[in-house]
């Protein structure tokens, strides 16, 4: 049995920075991806970022690209999301996610966590 438990969510000024963690238990993790996904309301959900657990190669949306940073802690089994200049648009339950293809498709991964919340006011 894999868990995911994510963290870090809150409510945050537009232009700020808030920090998500996923962290991982269950089984080892060294020949799996890691990815965050994120659903607004009303919307279908959305790949934010991965990264490639054994070599830590990383994919970012363009649009979050230059604003958020995937990385991760393998000593820790944690995944994060760094997130800066976080706009109104960011607002919406993000969720941590593994597998073994990885990508940028919700498809590819087979667990998933029970997501955190983000709310950018403006």
């Known amino acids: 049995q894999v868990q995911l438990v994510e963290s870090g969510g809150g409510l945050v000024q537009a232009g700020g920075s808030l920090r998500l963690s996923c962290a991982a238990s269950?089984?080892?993790?060294?020949?799996?991806?890691m990815a965050w996904f994120r659903q607004a309301p009303g919307k279908e959900r959305e790949f934010v970022a991965a990264i490639t657990w054994l070599f830590g190669r990383t994919l970012h949306a363009d649009s979050v690209k230059g604003r958020f940073t995937i990385s991760k802690d393998n000593a820790k089994n944690t995944v994060y999301l760094q997130m800066s200049s976080l706009k109104p648009e960011d607002t919406a339950v993000y969720y941590c996610a593994a597998g073994s293809t990885g990508g940028n498709s919700a498809h590819a991964y087979n667990y998933w966590g029970q997501g955190t919340q983000v709310t950018v006011s403006s």
């Open positions: 269950g089984r080892t993790f060294s020949s799996s991806n």
